[in-house]
Each structure stands twice: as structure tokens, then as C-alpha cells.
């Protein structure tokens, strides 16, 4: 496709479950970016890879979290054992190059609720 | 370490009334500074930015912004606010280096008024 794509749109898990968030890049970016937005706040970074070095991952804010991006393409953003604080919007972004004047593009993002 | 604060976290205009919404950045390095815009459960678009040529930058949806070192502002204006305006902003800063995260503001809720 010519945008960023995420799977699922919506989720909704128990508190405990494990939940899997897919992100597809636009073909051929290098840089892929996770970010959460909880309700009415701005992005907050979680974690960066380039290709599929996990460069950065300082925003991931437990253990519970984990990322990967095995072939350099897609990624996926797993959370072990969800938590209500966890409800979230998840963004997924790719960038062409490591410029960091590049454009960032951004997926439609997964919507976690945790019951 | 960066930072962006956004002045209003909601802000009502009429229709055909300018739009102000401020940006101001806090970096040790020089920064690229972004727009981006927010539809109800969609993701966000770029709308501008500024990565050190001209100090004002035109975007899409005739809006632009203003970067003032001495201010450390980046504030977006467009002269005649439509319906179709009404969406959350974000500023962002990142580092003009190989590799940066994009630090996002908390953003400003515009709602533009028949």
C-alpha cells in the first residue's frame, strides 16, 4: 500500500492478556518509529529501529514491552500481560532515510482498550 | 534535553477568523521543528516544517509558521480558518543530527465556529 498500515484498528483485552500490534511500513523506509498516545495527550515515544537494529528503545516504559522488526520491514509491538494503564492509541511511523529532516509518516494507529 | 509546549490546549475561532496557535521549543542543539495535524481517529499528517532554510515556512491547507530563534517560537497561523480546520495540533522538535526521536507537544484542540 502507499501508506503505513497497522493491524488491528481496535483492540480490546482483558487485564492480563497478551496483545501483538502490526505495523507495515511504507516499502523501502529504513527508519520505523512506535509511539503511544493516550486520550487528549500528545505522542509519546516508545522505541526506533533502523532496518532491523533496534537503536532506541528508551520510551519503552516496562518490560512488559517488547518490539521487533526481524527482516527490516515489519514490526511488530508486543505487550505482555495488559494493564488498564496501557489503553492507548499505538502509532506506528516510517521515514525514507535517517535524515532527521525527513518526513515522518504516520499509520492510522491501533486502539488498545484494556477491560 | 528537548521539550515543546503548546500555549492553549483548546482554542475557538469563527470562520474566516485568523488562527493562532503557539509553539514554543526548548533545545540545547539546533532543531527541526514539525506541524502535524490530527483528524478524529486518524493519524497525523505533517503540515509543515522547518529544517534550517527559510525562517517562514508555507504548508498544506494555507497554513504556516514563523520560526523566531530568538523566541525559541515556531507558532502556526493560516488568515481565514475553515470548518474543515477543526482537528487537534501538534509541534514537534527533533535534533538535527543522523538520528533523533520526534518530541511531540501536548497539543491544541482547534474548533472553528460557523
Known amino acids: 500500500g502507499a501508506g503505513v498500515s497497522q493491524s488491528p484498528r481496535y483492540k480490546v483485552a482483558k487485564r492480563g492478556q497478551d496483545v501483538a500490534l502490526r505495523c507495515d511500513p511504507i516499502?523501502?523506509?529504513?527508519?520505523l518509529f512506535w509511539y503511544q498516545q493516550a486520550l487528549g495527550q500528545g505522542p509519546e515515544f516508545l522505541t526506533y529501529?533502523?532496518?532491523?537494529?533496534?537503536?532506541?528503545k528508551s520510551g519503552l516504559p516496562s518490560d512488559r514491552f517488547f518490539a521487533e522488526r526481524p527482516e527490516g520491514s515489519v514490526s511488530t509491538l508486543k505487550i505482555q500481560r495488559t494493564q488498564q494503564e496501557d489503553s492507548a492509541v499505538y502509532l506506528c511511523?516510517?521515514?525514507?532515510?535517517?535524515?532527521?529532516?525527513?518526513?515522518?509518516?504516520f499509520g492510522e494507529g491501533s486502539w488498545l482498550t484494556v477491560v | 534535553a528537548q521539550s515543546v509546549t503548546q500555549l492553549g490546549s483548546h482554542v475557538s475561532v469563527s470562520e474566516g477568523a485568523l488562527v493562532l496557535l503557539r509553539c514554543n521549543y526548548s533545545s540545547s542543539v539546533p532543531p527541526y521543528l514539525f506541524w502535524y495535524v490530527q483528524y478524529p481517529n486518524q493519524g497525523l499528517q505533517l503540515l509543515l516544517k522547518?529544517?534550517?532554510?527559510?525562517?517562514l515556512v508555507k504548508g498544506i491547507n494555507g497554513f504556516e509558521a514563523e520560526f523566531k530563534k530568538s523566541e525559541t517560537s515556531f507558532h502556526l497561523t493560516k488568515p481565514s480558518a475553515h470548518m474543515s480546520d477543526a482537528a487537534e495540533y501538534f509541534c514537534?522538535?527533533?535534533?538535527?543530527?543522523?538520528?533523533?526521536?520526534?518530541?511531540f507537544g501536548p497539543g491544541t484542540s482547534l474548533s472553528v465556529i460557523p
Open positions: 511511523a516510517s521515514s525514507p532515510t535517517l535524515d532527521s529532516g525527513n518526513t515522518i509518516y
Open positions: 514537534a522538535v527533533r535534533r538535527q543530527t543522523s538520528y533523533d526521536k520526534v518530541i
Open positions: 516499502s523501502g523506509h529504513v527508519s
Open positions: 529501529f533502523q532496518n532491523e537494529a533496534q537503536l532506541d
Open positions: 522547518y529544517t534550517s532554510a527559510a525562517t
